[in-house]
């Protein structure tokens, strides 16, 4: 029979600690825990003032974002010794209740975390938006990172050369859409904390990244409206690593599926040493995204791109109380 688990305090701090270390779009943190004290289940709720009704209109980078968030509570539970048992979407009822994670008992000796690696690296990931070193990503830790992703009910494309100037072309066509589409510029500013200012939300400017010289890398620019702010130019990698993350429906459940299989990619890519940052610019436009889909895949919805490599570290994000 089994056994439901009391959560004390220091446990449910420390599920939530790493559960908010999760990536999130423009790092809106769109979630909200609650500890319901008659089930003693942790509920993920959605955060509507913290989304982008311009950038994500349908709310699917925000599930992948809570996905992400329900991927590290997951870990963390295991981590601490307790099997988590989490339902999607428990409550058709209660639309902005996204995720439930109830702690059933105990792990056997037989279901002990097999990588400790993994929940170290939940505090190490950081979105790195510098230029890498151009050394390449060796095929077995790819495939590794592709196996993951498909563990978590998602799919890892690794493109060739070709189609990763494709995939590039696409983002920067996006990223000058972005550009002269004022509303949405305005919207991005939002997210953006000036120096010195302290915000529990949104991206930092130190976090940014400076433009490519060369313009290969169409990395977004966060600061075309704030010229004074913009970080000098420098040379990126000449040859890129992009992985596409897609899944085959593209329902929320899917969505927040696909978001427990990115940060799976990108927790085990930190382990790995490498470096990753994200490429969301073409998800934003439906023609766009739809054109990243490679067209040997059927029913293939892209979700986001991943850029990997070895690099600098990247610059943290604040984070808001969990509760």
């Known amino acids: 029979m089994r056994t439901q688990a009391l959560l ?9 600690a790493a559960a908010v270390a999760a990536p999130s779009i423009h790092n809106t943190q769109p979630w909200r825990f609650r500890l319901n004290p008659d089930s003693q289940v942790l509920e993920v709720h959605s955060a509507p003032e913290r989304t982008l009704p ?21 870990l963390a539970a295991v981590h601490h010794g307790w099997r988590p048992e989490v339902k999607l979407l428990p409550d058709p009822h209660a639309p ?21 690696d993994l929940h170290a690296a939940i505090a190490r990931r950081h979105s790195s938006r510098m230029p890498f070193t ?5 095929e077995p830790i790819m495939a590794e990172l592709a196996s993951a992703a498909h563990a978590a009910g998602a799919r890892l494309h ?20 972005n550009q002269v589409h004022p509303a949405r510029t305005a919207e991005t500013l939002t997210w953006i904390s000036a120096p010195g200012t302290d915000a529990s939300y949104g991206i930092p400017i130190t976090a940014l990244g400076p433009p490519d010289a060369a313009g290969r890398m169409p990395v977004r620019d966060f600061t075309r409206a704030l010229p004074a702010l913009r970080l000098p130019a420098l040379w990126f990698e000449r040859h890129v690593q992009l ?15 696909a978001g ?4 799976y990619v990108l927790l085990r890519a930190t382990a790995h040493g490498l470096r990753t940052s994200l490429l969301h610019q073409a998800m934003e436009w439906p023609d766009l995204r739809a054109a990243t889909a490679p067209t040997r895949h059927k029913r293939c919805h892209p979700q986001i791109l991943i850029r990997f490599g070895y690099g600098p570290d990247g610059a943290r994000t604040p984070r808001a109380p969990a509760w």
């Open 260 to 263: 427990q299989a990115l940060q």
């Open 8 to 16: 004390d305090v220091a446990t449910v701090e420390s599920l939530l």
């Open 96 to 116: 902005g209740l996204l995720a439930a994670v109830r702690l059933t008992g105990p792990l056997g000796a037989d279901e002990q975390p097999s990588d400790p």
């Open 134 to 138: 151009g050394r390449p990503v060796p």
């Open 54 to 74: 311009l950038t994500d209109p349908t709310h699917r980078a925000q599930y992948l974002s809570v996905g992400a968030a329900v991927f590290n509570l997951r």
């Open 158 to 177: 690794v493109p060739d050369i070709a189609g990763t100037r494709r995939l590039l072309r696409l983002t920067a066509a996006a990223e000058a859409r």
């Open 243 to 257: 992985a596409l993350l897609w899944t085959s429906h593209d329902r929320r459940e899917e969505w927040l599926r």
